[in-house]
């Protein structure tokens, strides 16, 4: 069936630095993805998304890569900061409906 | 504008009693969709409701079902609850289709089952 995966379950970075996180899809017929913030406690919060005829795009300190040959998309936080301490999953379409990952959480070390 | 609000947001039930969950969307929004959420499983969609019509449902037996009424408003129903059940139930609402834009999520409501 179809699938979304994320490639490490916790991902730590030092305050300051670039964080990437990756995820990984298998209907090849998606076209659009969503990256979600998820903070405990709360309902996962829209970041940014990406339809399948572009291949970047970019947000405030937020970038979302899309490969669509290998079937893989990264979001990248710039300069990462203590409150981006969450976890975070990306969505694809699927037929009918969206298919989620199953989440990075990101640890912010001061 | 009010987010998605989600009640109860906590409850705690036994086996074999069912529970019903309410979703109020944003206003305008015309579709809801659920989810259940599990540590080992992430989340899941259950179904998502359109201008009362349900239009897609996930891969989950028929004791969870839900409704949509004329104000958008949802409601879930798990019957013959199960410890398997005990997880965070997400909606969340969309102006349109679900799954060609946005989706607004509310708290969740933190089912436990004993």
């Known amino acids: 069936g179809e699938s979304v995966g994320l490639h490490l379950p916790t991902l730590s970075v030092q305050e300051g630095d670039n964080s990437i996180i990756n995820c990984a899809y298998s209907?090849?017929?998606?076209?659009?993805f969503i990256w979600y913030k998820q903070e405990s406690g709360k309902g996962p919060q829209f970041i940014i998304d990406?339809?399948?005829?572009?291949d970047k795009r970019q947000g405030q300190r937020v970038t979302v890569l899309l490969n669509k040959t290998v079937k893989h998309l990264s979001l990248q936080i710039a300069a990462t900061q203590p409150g981006d301490s969450a976890v975070y999953f990306c969505s694809s379409s699927g037929t009918y409906k969206y298919i989620f990952g199953t989440g990075t959480r990101l640890k912010v070390l001061a | 504008k009010a987010g998605v609000t989600q009640t109860p947001r906590y409850l705690i039930k036994t086996r074999g009693q069912q529970v019903t969950l309410s979703c109020s969307p944003i206003?305008?929004?015309?579709?809801v969709s659920w989810y259940q959420q599990t540590p080992g499983q992430g989340l899941q969609f259950l179904f998502e409701?359109?201008?009362?019509?349900?239009?897609n449902k996930g891969n989950f037996p028929g004791r969870f079902s839900g409704r949509q009424f004329s104000n958008s408003r949802s409601e879930m129903n798990v019957s013959t609850l199960e410890l398997g059940d005990s997880a965070l139930y997400l909606c969340?609402?969309?102006?349109?289709?679900?799954?060609?834009?946005?989706?607004?999520f509310g708290e969740g409501s933190r089912l436990t089952v004993l």
């Open positions: 409701y359109f201008s009362e019509t349900q239009r």
């Open positions: 990406i339809r399948s005829n572009m």
């Open positions: 206003s305008g929004h015309r579709s």
């Open positions: 969340a609402s969309s102006l349109g289709h679900f799954n060609t834009g946005e989706l607004f």
């Open positions: 209907n090849s017929a998606s076209d659009y």
